[in-house]
């Protein structure tokens, strides 16, 4: 940030300026390595940028945080200092945010804070998850592997998301070309079409006749159609919050055939390999619960979970209570058994992970695949409903004038 101040020197006399710096004391200090004479210092009163204004739109994306943690990790197994590493993180990084974000960190940790201190100051950037993470390994010593498998699994999370959207752009982009077209049609192609049969004479078939007044009806109330559908998106997002209504919707979707085990299987493996993560890091299970069940997104997953957390914290294990609700896959249940028996619940959880991860990823192809075949069918009846629509008229009328 800056600062500007009012300082002495023999030759210049009182003087203004402005110096950038972390802080005041930084900045104060600076100026006084070159010989000035502080009279009075302060911070600069800015406008807001859009980053303050709008922080969603310019927060750090996930490949920044895998880049931040992977430089941080690579520096301390090659035994460098852990500001040492910050300040190369930070010079770079191309987003502003993150800059900003990087530099308040240094200020602290020269301050004497730890690395978690200075991530938990910054909330919007380093989910309680994260920070969790780094102080397991700050306080078992093995804070550079922490920082690696954070690193890991977010990597991780990223191309998953980035292999559905790519599997996705090829159907979506195939239904959304085939309703453009038929707009198109219907608004530019039609219209002209109508003047002519009606010189011709010939009659409009029921295919044309319901084709016109569904744009006639589209024309006179698209207004009260996109309203009608904002107001069924936000109607549905409150009723979400209502006690009880999202589990109900949760549990519906769950038993959707192909939607359902597909949401269920991204869930249990974004909870083993979070909940694996942090045992291995040094977590007990009792607090690495409640922060692995909280990256679920399914209501009835997320109650299920809860129940076996606390059954554990009275005493009575993990997977006995977690046998009892029906939303859990069995051999997620076996694996958590397993690891309760044996002792050995990081392993069977990052065993859990992979497996599920592997299953999310077959049934996301197995959904697409369906979804390419389906789109194919959708634009093949668009096709021959324009085609009847418009030629049927036309052989009409050539009737109609012999």
Known sequence: MRFRYVAYLPER???????????????AAAAASLGYRLLEIAPVREAPGLETLFPSLFKASTGDLVRFFHQVASMMASGGNLMRAIEMAESESKNRVMRRALGEM????????????????????????????????????????????????????????QRAMKTMMYPMTIIGMSF????????????????????????????????????????????????????????LALLRRLPGAAGVI??????????????????????????????????????????????????????????????????????????RHRVLPSLFLELVSMGEDGNQMARMMSDAATTYQKEREDRLGALLG??????????????AFIAFSMFVPIYSGLDALR
Request: with cysteine; charged share 20%; glycine share 12%.
């Open 180 to 235: 453009m077209t038929l707009a198109v049609l219907m608004v530019v192609a039609v219209p002209p079409l109508l003047k002519v049969f009606e010189e011709m004479g010939a009659g409009q078939p029921a295919a044309m006749t319901f084709t016109v007044n569904l744009i006639g009806f589209v024309k006179e109330n698209l207004f009260a159609i996109l309203g009608a559908g904002a107001a069924a998106a936000v109607g």
């Open 106 to 161: 240094r200020a602290h940790l020269a301050d004497g804070e730890s690395l978690s201190q200075v991530m938990r100051r910054h909330p919007g950037m380093f989910p309680e998850l994260y920070v969790s993470i780094v102080e397991a390994g700050e306080s078992t010593g093995r804070l550079g592997p922490s920082l690696e498998q954070l690193a890991d699994m977010l990597e991780q999370d990223h191309e998953a998301k």
């Open 13 to 27: 006399g009182v003087f203004k300026d402005t110096i950038e710096a972390l802080d005041q004391n930084e900045a």
């Open 250 to 323: 949760d549990g519906v979707s769950a038993r959707l055939p192909l939607l359902g085990p597909l949401t269920i299987a991204g869930d249990m493996a974004r909870f083993s390999r979070t909940i694996g993560m942090l045992l291995e890091a040094g977590v007990p299970l009792s607090d690495a619960l409640p922060m692995a069940i909280g990256g679920c997104g399914n209501v009835r997953v997320r109650q299920a979970l809860r129940a076996g957390e606390e059954s554990l914290l009275s005493g009575r294990g993990l997977a006995q209570e977690l046998r």
């Open 370 to 383: 369906a979804l390419e075949p389906a789109s194919t069918v959708v634009v093949g009846a668009i096709v």
